[in-house]
């Protein structure tokens, strides 16, 4: 799985990277961590503009990205994610491989979850978002030719083998008036899609990297990061030559939401005094 895992992710990457979005590398270099040892930290910067709803949009810049940090110490990895006008928002994601179905409830071993805080995420009977559904990633009409698993039927967890289970400990913060629990509700939301169309292709793909070695899979990576680099720089220079422009528009917020874009630094438009009266007002246009 730890081929796996770097080979889903180099390449769900390519695929997702295009129109001047998607994910840049900006470093992928050896480290060694006091405690879990030799391992890789990877730094890339996600541009994701379009892919926010329209009340995120009201107060992101036209272009930015989120810059995202991984520390690969399989089978635990750390990955944190931070926007640099955006002090006070923060993701953290510690994983942990083990080969069981997800029976360990105190696997990071400092104190066990809490069970109304844990989520189980099925790849065979979960839904995904339909624009994410292909029938040749759909585990219950998978075969594998390679090793010969698949398709998964319903309660494969209990009886499948091997199996393995990727736990995922969560933690989000926007410490913003106004945004913090409708945003921090919207990143658990897009992690959980994310993870389970992530680790549905890790398995639909395993025949493209079943007997890999990690020499291997580290340059397969090399070679995809090169073309997902290419394809986001490529798209971006294009947008700002005037190739594809983007059409301005205006974005209404609240008095109380202009008030803490102000505390972050985000410019906004003059706000007019609302201690009289209750008003909504239009942002610049982009």
């Known amino acids: 799985m730890r ?52 009340w995120v949009k009201a107060f992101v810049p036209r272009i930015f ?32 491989f083990e080969n069981n179905n997800g029976d360990n409830d105190n696997v990071f071993g400092d104190k066990p979850t809490p069970a109304e805080n844990v989520c189980f995420l099925d790849i065979l009977s979960d839904p995904i978002p339909e624009k994410h559904y292909k029938e040749s990633e759909d585990l219950s009409l998978w075969q594998s030719s390679k090793t010969g698993r698949g398709p998964l039927e319903k309660g494969w967890r209990d009886s499948h083998k091997p199996v393995m289970c990727s736990y995922k400990r969560v933690e989000c913060s926007f410490e913003v008036y106004g945004f913090q629990t409708k945003t921090e509700e919207f990143i658990h939301r897009n992690i959980r899609d994310i993870l389970l169309v992530g680790h549905r292709q890790a398995v639909a793909w395993v025949d493209e990297w079943h007997g890999l070695c990690l020499e291997e899979v580290r340059e397969y990576e090399r070679t995809m990061q090169e073309k997902t680099n290419s394809k986001v720089k490529c798209s971006q220079n294009s947008t700002d030559s005037g190739v594809v422009p983007r059409p301005a528009f205006f ?5 109380t939401d202009e008030r803490s874009l102000k505390k972050m630094g985000v410019t906004t438009a003059a706000v007019p005094d609302p201690s009289h009266s209750t008003i909504r007002l239009n942002s610049t246009p982009e």
Request: charged share 20%.
């Open 251 to 255: 974005r209404s917020i609240s008095v």
């Open 65 to 96: 990205y989120v810059t995202e940090k991984a520390w690969n110490f399989y089978p635990y990895t750390i990955t944190e994610y931070s926007v640099s006008f955006l002090p006070k928002f923060s993701i953290r994601i510690e994983t942990r």
């Open 3 to 54: 081929i796996g895992q770097l080979y889903m992710i180099s390449k769900h990457s390519c695929e997702q990277s295009g129109g001047g979005e998607g994910v840049e590398v900006v470093r992928n270099e050896p480290d060694n961590h006091p405690k879990y040892g030799a391992g890789q930290l990877t730094e890339k910067r996600i541009y994701l503009s379009s892919k926010l709803p329209s």
